[in-house]
Each structure stands twice: as structure tokens, then as C-alpha cells.
């Protein structure tokens, strides 16, 4: 008798586990599907696709190569933006970020000093066509700009908040914050977080 009651015992508790095997199962199983819908929902909002149009920043990104792109990402130093022109929603560019809020400016005619490091505005070095790039303070970038860019930004110190400047990696052909002046926060549509194709150059862009 005792050996007949371990025996349903043992049988019970096997299909006990077995029970809680399954139902271990289709949980998972339900979680996959949860979080798989979670990651498309996701992808579908927050990521939208984006074709390259040009050759204005070779050689990190060529002609045709598609991009995804991360809507309403705060846009970092050096981050590969995509954002509309002013007047033109129906115009996308791409381009990398140079310049941040809070950034020191100064003019010297159609030339633009932008400095990252320097914290009192007042420590701007006067600047004349003469200055030597040993003079200017380390992380300063000389840029060329337009007379009316220049007109526009010549009374600033420093970028304002939410405006970016932003470059070209291919200068010479690229038309950019040199013509276009200071892109807005409500112009960008994203940051570009990869190329997808061609296959053969698809992964993470720096």
C-alpha cells in the first residue's frame, strides 16, 4: 500500500511539472509576442527611413544610401541631423552638428569663430583678418559665411538655446548654416542612428 501511494505521488508530481512546464512555455511565448509588437510600435513611431540625396556629406554617407532616423532625438556635438529648411517642409537635409547652444561666437566680417570651451563670453579674443590660428583659443573653428548670415548672428555671443549650426561634412559642396544660418529645434525631424542600406556599409553611423 505505502509503495502504491509514492507511486501516485511521484505521479502527480510529474504532471505537476509537466503542467507548469507548458504553462512556463506560453507565458514566455506570450511575453515574446508582447515585447516583439512593443519593438514594432516602436520602430513604426519613433524611426522613420530616410534616403540620401547628393553627394554634401561624402565620404561618411553617399549618394542614395537610406538611413534610419530617430524622431525628435535631442541632437548632440557631431550627431548627422536630418531637418526641413525654413519655408521648405517639403525639402530634407542632412547634416552634422558643429555647434550647440550655449556655444561662444564672434565675427570677423564674413568669418565666424565658434569656440565650445570658452565659458566668459568677455574672453573673446579680438579678431582681425591678420590673426594667427595659434592666437585663437584650442577647439575654435573658423568658418566662412555668408554676408547674410554674418549680418544675422553678428550681435550674438553665444548660440542660442535650441539653435544649432550645423556642416557639411563635404564642404565644397554642401549647402548648409554657412547660407542657411542657424538650424532650429523645431526644423529637425531626427537623428540619424544608421545606414541600412546598401548591405554592404549597413550599421551604426558616428
Excluded at 110 to 124: M, P, V
Excluded at 153 to 160: R, S, V
Aim: proline share 4%; net charge positive; glycine share 6%.
Amino acid at each position: 500500500m505505502e509503495k502504491e501511494l509514492n507511486n501516485k505521488k511521484k505521479h502527480k508530481k510529474k504532471k505537476e511539472k509537466k503542467k507548469w512546464g507548458i504553462r512556463d512555455f506560453i507565458n514566455t511565448a506570450n511575453l515574446i509576442v508582447l515585447l516583439t509588437l512593443v519593438g514594432c510600435v516602436y520602430f513604426f513611431v519613433a524611426i522613420i527611413p530616410h534616403r540620401v540625396d547628393g553627394h554634401s556629406m561624402a565620404p561618411t554617407l553617399a549618394d542614395n544610401d537610406r538611413l534610419f532616423v530617430k524622431k525628435n532625438a535631442i541632437p548632440k556635438r557631431y550627431s548627422l541631423i536630418i531637418f526641413n529648411p525654413l519655408n521648405n517642409s517639403d525639402m530634407t537635409y542632412v547634416k552634422r552638428v558643429v555647434g550647440i547652444p550655449g556655444d561662444t561666437i564672434w565675427f570677423d566680417n564674413n568669418t565666424l569663430y565658434l569656440n565650445q570651451t570658452i565659458e566668459n563670453k568677455g574672453d573673446r579674443p579680438e579678431v582681425n583678418s591678420y590673426l594667427a590660428g595659434k592666437e585663437l583659443p584650442d577647439s575654435t573653428l573658423k568658418i566662412w559665411v555668408s554676408e547674410k548670415i554674418a549680418k544675422e548672428l553678428y550681435a550674438f555671443k553665444e548660440i542660442p538655446k535650441n539653435y544649432y549650426f550645423v556642416l557639411g561634412d563635404n564642404r565644397n559642396h554642401s549647402k548648409d548654416s554657412r547660407q542657411l544660418g542657424l538650424i532650429q529645434r523645431n526644423q529637425i525631424e531626427g537623428t540619424v542612428l544608421g545606414r541600412y542600406y546598401p548591405f554592404s556599409k549597413m550599421g551604426l553611423i558616428e
